[in-house]
């Protein structure tokens, strides 16, 4: 779209001359050049091409331009820039189209002529907030911004809470309030998620000794494990140590696990997880059937409680598949000797369904939200 000399100058209409004829001879039939202005071009790429077939014009023009250009016996050098947008992706006008195009291209100078790049608005704010985000998560456990949440998991047949999910809460100055979801798989991703998990763990055994000495102890609490604490050897020996640090017995610890949290490497997954059962420490399969190989990793992971999703449970007094779907998860895991418990439970009709059918736990806001250290203990003294 853009085109200077080496130098930045803006063209002479001979350079543009010979410009828009290598262009017209470079793009395809059926593409459109036209001059948008100044030393800007404009090509409508035909709407069969490919993405490929775009990036590959794109390169071909670029190292077509580089190559020095001779004008009235003189040689030149140019640079050109190239800012793309896809029709159907990136503007429903043709005005926005090209508005978009004018983006790109500014994007295609910020990283250096003689370059191109995509419209990529969505991409480019995502990219910005994630960078923020990791720049405060790294200070976040320094400046004691974390807090542990504990939401209650009732048994059906006694009424009684006989359990705890511990969920993370960050609450930044900049950033104010991230949720877990958003934050959790950045962690992973910045290789901070070990030291925010160990961080969990310890808050987590610290309260339960807190309770223990109260008399108010008689509760498994789980904590969530993300798939890079399990590629981290130092992972059990941790949760072992913590729980012999704080001296509370392993039976009150869980851990949750995702398929995705073990897919990476299965193998080590089990013989860290059968490392945990042998302690004492039960381990829940958390979001069941929401990914991919779940039977088989079912025969082979010692899992004590299936965790029937939140997404089966929003319609199952309504819906007969989600209904034959918990129903399914509720007498395979009695079959395999596991407890189930159904998450995101709201109202008296799915407690009512589940409870009738014969699933063994529940949790969700009908019973009580995530709440504080504090809040939890005033529940457990109820
Ligand atoms: P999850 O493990 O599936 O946790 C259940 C989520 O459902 C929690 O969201 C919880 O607050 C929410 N929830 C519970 N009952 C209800 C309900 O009745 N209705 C609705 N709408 N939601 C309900 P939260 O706390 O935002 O956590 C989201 C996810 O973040 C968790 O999903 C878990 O994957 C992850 N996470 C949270 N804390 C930790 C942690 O300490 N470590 C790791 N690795 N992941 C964590
Ligand atoms: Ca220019
Ligand atoms: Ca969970
Ligand atoms: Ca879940």
Redesign the pocket.
């Given at each position: 779209k853009s085109i200077n000399d080496s130098y930045g100058h803006e063209m002479g209409d001979k350079a543009l001359q010979v410009v828009s004829k290598f262009l017209t001879e470079t793009v395809r039939e059926g593409d459109t050049v036209t001059r948008q202005g100044g030393d800007e071009f404009q090509i409508i790429v035909a709407d069969d091409a490919q993405l490929g077939t775009t990036m590959a014009l794109a390169q071909k023009i670029l190292a077509g331009l580089r190559k020095e250009l001779v004008i009235d016996e003189q040689q030149i050098t140019v640079t050109s820039s190239i800012g793309i947008a896809v029709s159907l992706t990136d503007g429903d006008s043709f005005e926005e189209l090209v508005r978009n195009g004018d983006t790109a291209l500014f994007r295609a100078k910020e990283i250096g002529r003689d370059n191109y790049a995509f419209f990529t608005e969505r991409m480019d704010a995502e990219i910005r907030d994630k960078l923020a985000i990791q720049g405060q998560l790294r200070g976040a456990i320094a400046r004691d911004e974390f807090e542990?949440?504990y939401?209650p998991q009732m048994c059906l047949k006694t009424g009684a809470m006989v359990g705890a999910?511990?969920?993370?809460?960050w609450d930044n100055a900049v950033l104010g309030k991230v949720?877990?979801?958003r934050f959790?798989p950045l962690?992973?991703e910045y290789g901070l998620?070990n030291s925010?998990?160990e961080w969990?763990l310890e808050s987590v055994v610290a309260q339960m000794k807190v309770w223990h000495d109260q008399g108010l102890g008689d509760i498994k609490v789980a904590?969530?494990?993300?798939?890079g604490?399990f590629a981290n050897d130092a992972t059990v020996p941790y949760v072992e140590s913590t729980l012999r640090k704080f001296g509370v017995p392993a039976e009150f610890l869980g851990l949750?696990i995702?398929e995705g949290?073990v897919m990476g490497d299965p193998n080590k997954a089990v013989a860290a997880l059968r490392r945990l059962k042998d302690i004492g420490v039960s381990i829940s399969l958390?979001?069941f059937g929401t990914g991919y190989s779940s039977l088989s990793y079912l025969k082979r992971f010692p899992i004590d409680v299936l965790?029937i999703?939140?997404s089966f449970?929003d319609d199952v007094t309504t819906n007969s598949a989600d209904a034959a779907i918990a129903l399914s998860v509720i007498s395979l895991a009695h079959n395999l000797n596991m407890r189930v418990i159904a998450?995101?439970?709201?109202t008296r009709e799915q407690v009512q369904f589940l409870t009738e059918r014969g699933c063994d736990e529940m949790?969700?806001?009908?019973?009580s939200?995530?709440v504080n250290a504090d809040a939890f203990t005033a529940l457990l003294r109820e």
């Open positions: 542990v949440h939401q999910e511990a969920l993370l809460r949720p877990p979801n959790i962690a992973e998620v925010i998990g969990v904590v969530n494990l993300a798939a604490q949750e995702t949290t958390d979001d965790k999703d939140k449970v998450e995101g439970v709201e949790q969700g806001y009908y019973f939200r995530p």
